[in-house]
Structure formats: structure tokens, C-alpha cells
């Protein structure tokens, strides 16, 4: 069994503000991540998949069917993007790097099949940086 | 999911087992068991498990999450010689290794919560040598 891990980046803008809550507790809870007009982050996208080597083509996983994937179910609907405003999942919900990897791992693995119709691979995690310093993991395990 | 924040410190330290002969420690660490001491900058990854809160959208605030490995590792290690001025390497071989469960017994009481849980802690000596650490097992004995 072998994993398979494909890098990807995107820039998008966001602003954390949970609309359930007043402003003055947003201003507590996420600090300068609330300023009004939001901010960016050039994000780093780490696609992790597992599978058997297919022993024609001696892959296991074909990568340009995964680019095609991120490409079409992440990069462009998020890169260059307020996410806030231009993303309709992010849609009343505070868009965290915690919340936007659970919603690319949601859509990598809603498509998966589309892209990878067989067995095999299957999608284990994605991995996403905000900063180099903060970054984040999601099983595919652990979505719905 | 995991959360992970990155930091850095510089430190020296020497690799010698107290237990152990000159030409002993300097078949088992090398150039490491050099008495006068060598450094590293040391990279630290901690890692938190839990599940995003259905308001904020936060499994723990980062800056708090910074300010916890800040306040409880950086500080404290951050350019220091580490068998001479950080306890417990006065008696406890500083290898990267024993660093990390020093590092995970440091944070572990304040990173856990209701919700979250350290996870792991990784030191790298060098960007070529790290070292996971899991906390160790309930014992099954």
C-alpha cells in the first residue's frame, strides 16, 4: 500500500466572523482575523491519497486525474476568492482554515469517484496551511 | 482533525549519559558527547486533535494555542544550555527524543480540554532528524 501526496496553492481573502454572535464578542474571540475588510493567506493544499500500485502504469494514483479534481472542485472556485462572499458554503459560517478544510476534504471526497471510478485509490486526508505555522488536517474518515 | 502550530528555538546541549565512561558516551553520541557542548535551531510542531466548534468555527484559538507553546517551551529553552539551565536535563540525557516527552509533559495539562487533546509533538534537531512523540499508552498491564 502506498500513499500518494500532491501539493497544491491557492490565495484567497477571509474574514472570521461568526453572524451568531455580537461584534464585540467576534472582536474578542478572533482578534485582527475580524477586521472589517478581511485579509488573505496564500494557502497550502497537501492531498493525500492510499492505494496499490497499478501494475501497468507502475502509479498509484494517477495524479493528473487528481489535478484535474482539486483543480475543478477546489482551485477555482477558491483561488483569488473572498470566501466570505464568493463562497456559498461559507455562507453564514466563519470561514476558518478548520472549517475550509473540512469543505474541500467534503467536496474531494463527494467527487472522488468522478475522477477515480475504481477502488482504487482512495482520498485519506487533506492538509492545509494558512501560514506556515498554522496548518491543519483532515481524515476523509472523519466527514460525513 | 489536527491543528498543528510550528515554532522555533535555538539551544545547545551535550549528548553524555551520566552512567556511562568517556569512551563510552563518545561511542554512543559521537561528536554529540563533545563535553564543551554543540546547538541546534530546533523546530517544534505540536499538534491538537478536536473538531471545529459549530459557532466559531475553532477547534482552540491558535493565539492561545501560541501563546501556551510560547510560554511553556520557547521561553523556557529558547537560547539556553539545556543540561545546564532547564531542568530536567541537569539529570536526564538531552537527545531529541527526551526532549520531545519534556516538551509533551509540559504542555499536555494545558492543552487538553473538554473537545481537544494534544495529539503529538515533533522536534526537529536538524531539517534531516525529527522525532514524534504520542504521550505514552494507558498501561494495559
Redesign the interface.
Known amino acids: 500500500m502506498f500513499r500518494v501526496t500532491r501539493r497544491y496553492q491557492f490565495a484567497a481573502s477571509h474574514r472570521l466572523h461568526a453572524p451568531q454572535l455580537s461584534a464585540e464578542e467576534n472582536r474578542r474571540i478572533y482578534g485582527k482575523c475580524n477586521h472589517p475588510y478581511g485579509h488573505g493567506h496564500n494557502y497550502v493544499v497537501e492531498v493525500s491519497a492510499r492505494g496499490p500500485v497499478e501494475e501497468q502504469s507502475g502509479c498509484a494514483v494517477n495524479t493528473r486525474d487528481l489535478d484535474e479534481l482539486v483543480a475543478r472542485q477546489v482551485l477555482a472556485p477558491f483561488a483569488y476568492r473572498n470566501l466570505n462572499t464568493e463562497v456559498a458554503s461559507f455562507a453564514g459560517i466563519s470561514p476558518t482554515s478548520e472549517n475550509l478544510g473540512v469543505e474541500i476534504c467534503r467536496r474531494l471526497k463527494e467527487h472522488w469517484h468522478e475522477a477515480f471510478p475504481g477502488d482504487w485509490p482512495r482520498l485519506e486526508k487533506i492538509r492545509i496551511a494558512e501560514t506556515e505555522r498554522n496548518i491543519f488536517e483532515v481524515k476523509a474518515d472523519e466527514i460525513e | ?7 522555533e528555538f535555538s539551544a545547545s546541549h551535550v549528548c553524555r549519559a551520566p552512567g556511562l565512561s568517556d569512551e563510552e558516551n563518545e561511542r554512543r553520541f559521537g561528536a554529540a558527547a563533545n563535553p564543551h557542548g554543540h546547538g541546534h535551531n530546533y523546530v517544534l ?1 505540536v ?1 491538537v486533535e478536536g ?2 466548534d459549530a ?5 482552540l ?3 492561545e494555542l501560541k501563546e501556551i507553546v510560547n510560554r511553556e517551551v520557547v521561553e523556557l529553552y529558547d537560547h539556553r544550555f539545556l543540561n545546564y539551565e532547564v531542568p530536567p536535563f541537569d539529570r536526564v540525557v538531552p537527545t531529541t527524543e527526551n526532549i520531545a516527552s519534556d516538551i509533551w509533559r509540559r504542555l499536555e495539562p494545558r492543552l487538553n480540554r473538554e473537545g481537544r487533546r494534544l495529539h503529538s509533538v515533533r522536534v526537529y534537531e536538524t531539517p534531516d532528524l525529527y522525532v514524534d512523540y504520542f504521550g505514552e499508552p494507558p498501561c494495559s498491564a
Open positions: 482533525m489536527f491543528v498543528t502550530r510550528k515554532v510542531e499538534s473538531w471545529p459557532v466559531t468555527g475553532m477547534v484559538d491558535l493565539k
